[in-house]
C-alpha cells in the first residue's frame, strides 16, 4: 500500500477566511454533486454494499472529527442533545430530533429532518444515508466513549420525509 496523503485533520479544512467574496457557505447540489460522483465510482469499482461500507465509515470518521472540534469537554447528555442540535442546524446538516433515549441500554432512536444528504431526493426503493449512519456512531461513540451501530431505518429516499436512525451499542 502507497503512503497516505490526506490522513485528515483540522488543518486540511484550511483558512475559509481566504474566500474573501465567497465565504463559507456553498449551495446543497454541489455538496450533492461530489457525494453521488464519490458514490458512483466507488459502486462501480467495489459494488454498492461496498461503497456504503466505505461511506459509513468516512462518516464515523468524520463525526468522530466533529465530535473533538465541536463538542469537547464533559456535558450532561441532554446538554450534549442541545449543544449538537444548535451545531448541526447552524452548519445547514439537518434539525436532529431524539424520539427515545435509553443510555443504560445503549439504544437510541433520532431523526434528522431536512438532512443534507437526501432531504428532496427522489424516492427510491432503498434508505441512502450511509455516510450519516457513520456520521451519527461517530459523534455518539466520541460522547460515550463507546462503539455504536447506527443503521437508517426511514429515509426521505422510502418517502418517509424524514431521516430516521437506531443507535445501539455494540
Not at 18 to 44: H, N, T, W
Not at 148 to 169: K, M, N, P, Q, Y
Request: charged share 30%; with cysteine; aromatic share 12%.
Amino acid at each position: 500500500m502507497s503512503e497516505k496523503l490526506y490522513k485528515f485533520s483540522w488543518d486540511l479544512i484550511g483558512d475559509i477566511g481566504a474566500r474573501e467574496s465567497l465565504g463559507p457557505l456553498v449551495r446543497v447540489e454541489v455538496y450533492r454533486l461530489m457525494q453521488f460522483c464519490f458514490r458512483d465510482i466507488l459502486e462501480k469499482h467495489y459494488g454498492a454494499e461496498q461503497a456504503d461500507n466505505l461511506f459509513r465509515e468516512t462518516g464515523k470518521l468524520a463525526g468522530e472529527h466533529f465530535y473533538k472540534q465541536f463538542l469537547p469537554g464533559e456535558m450532561d447528555f441532554n446538554t450534549f442533545v442541545e449543544k449538537t442540535q444548535t451545531i448541526l442546524r447552524d452548519l445547514g446538516v439537518g434539525i436532529l430530533r431524539i424520539e427515545s433515549a435509553n443510555l443504560e441500554e445503549g439504544k437510541l432512536v433520532l431523526t434528522v429532518g431536512e438532512d443534507l444528504d437526501c432531504s428532496g431526493l427522489p424516492e427510491i426503493d432503498h434508505e441512502f444515508c450511509a455516510y450519516d449512519e457513520g456520521f451519527i456512531a461517530g459523534i455518539l461513540g466520541s460522547y460515550v466513549k463507546r462503539e455504536f451501530l447506527v443503521r437508517e431505518i426511514d429515509c426521505w429516499c422510502t418517502g418517509a420525509r424524514t431521516c430516521r436512525f437506531s443507535a445501539d451499542i455494540v
